[in-house]
């Protein structure tokens, strides 16, 4: 039986919240390299506090804060210096960003810096970039650096359009509104040509005219199967209009996970992440669609039912015919967010999700996908 490798798995790492350390990011990391994940990812913040913790629920779970108490420090472990500490200790599983927020960084050092890590891991880095969520969110980064919001998606467009020169050139400069330097000689150079796979994550159109533009991966969010067709051919007719090929490029979804032996085990494991999740991130563009889409309004059980709609909750073989779905519909990558109480808990899953939807999804047929297992 072939094995068909071009569907890609990747869990994110817990790299913040009350279960973060390095002991459990290199953990789950290794784990996820001898289960055969294609890779880890991480996401993107500076300012993290204990409010954070409780709403914005990427890693670990609501129950495991509430667990923790009071007495403990909102620790975010910052995203390159993790792909740096991991490229170390790992051998194949790839190093990815969810995503990398440019309009805070600066243009010059981060290049090197990514540079850097795809020297160091030996041409493993994925690089995930974006404009930064808003504020509504409750992300303070932007206050904090003195960055105005409105200056995002063209600060982003200058940082990335700088930093693909510093990969690409000898000695390159630039002159632009925000990003600004003199001839510059800035090696290694990195290792996959001409630098490597950018992902782009976001649903507004600004973030898609990105991504048609840079990009030759898309990481979605809260968009459900149903919903993806017709998304993909806008972004396939935004490529077109670029003289670009739909495709150079490959469609991703970051995704809630919750496996156990029964969905109803799985839903009572996540319900409470979930709801809290949803509801803190009802004001974006993915979730104000979701809520038109699914006729919800502000009520718990609604939040609910858009999580289920847009996660995969249930046991390995439901899980395994939703992510069946998402890949008829044109989704072939997934950064899996699993909801876990201990890191323990997350293994356990991991090694669930790995043996009951991965490999069977993996070692199918193309032709089998879609059919009733």
């Known amino acids: 039986m072939s094995s068909n490798k071009s569907i890609l798995f990747g869990v994110r790492l817990p790299c913040a919240g009350v279960l973060a350390s390095p002991g459990a990011m290199l953990r789950v990391a290794q784990e996820a390299e001898e289960l055969g994940y294609d890779s880890v990812w991480v996401h993107d913040y500076l300012i993290w506090n204990k409010t954070l913790d409780q709403v914005h629920l990427s890693c670990g779970s609501r129950e495991a804060v509430e667990a923790a108490g009071d007495d403990y420090p909102p620790l975010f472990f910052e995203s390159l210096t993790n792909l740096a500490f991991l490229a170390g200790a790992t051998k194949r599983i790839r190093l990815g960003t969810a995503v990398l927020v440019l309009p805070y960084r600066q243009a010059l050092l981060t290049a090197k810096q990514v540079a850097c890590i795809d020297v160091l891991s030996a041409g493993r880095l994925e690089l995930g970039i974006a404009q930064g969520t808003p504020k509504s969110t409750l992300n303070e980064d932007f206050e904090v650096l003195g960055i105005s919001r409105a200056e995002k998606v063209r600060r982003m467009r200058e940082t990335f359009e700088a930093m693909r020169l510093i990969w690409t050139e000898e000695a390159p400069s630039f002159e632009g509104n925000f990003v600004r330097f003199p001839a510059a000689t800035i090696y ?186």
Not at 225 to 248: C, F, K, N, T, V
Not at 296 to 313: K, N, Y
Not at 325 to 336: D, H, K, N, Q, W
Request: net charge negative; charged share 25%.
């Open 188 to 373: 290694p150079k990195p290792v996959q040509k001409p630098y490597p796979r950018i992902w782009i994550g976001g649903s507004s159109d600004r973030s898609l005219d990105m991504v048609a533009d840079y990009a030759t991966g898309w990481i979605t969010s809260a968009v459900p199967p149903g919903r993806l067709p017709s998304a993909i051919e806008d972004l396939h007719r935004r490529m077109r209009e670029r003289g670009r090929q739909p495709s150079e490029m490959t469609v991703a979804t970051e995704i809630e996970v919750s496996v156990a032996d029964t969905t109803d085990e799985a839903k009572a494991q996540a319900a409470l992440t979930l709801q809290t999740l949803y509801e803190h991130y009802s004001a974006t563009t993915a979730h104000a669609e979701l809520q038109q889409t699914t006729g919800s309004g502000q009520a718990d059980a609604d939040f609910l039912e858009q999580a289920w709609a847009t996660s995969l909750v249930g046991s390995p073989t439901d899980i395994r015919t939703e992510v069946e779905r998402y890949i008829e519909s044109g989704c072939t990558a997934f950064e899996l967010k699993f909801i876990y109480h201990s890191i323990d808990h997350m293994i356990a899953q991991m090694r669930q999700f790995a043996q009951g939807v991965m490999n069977p999804v993996r070692y199918r047929e193309p032709a089998e996908i879609g059919r009733t297992p």
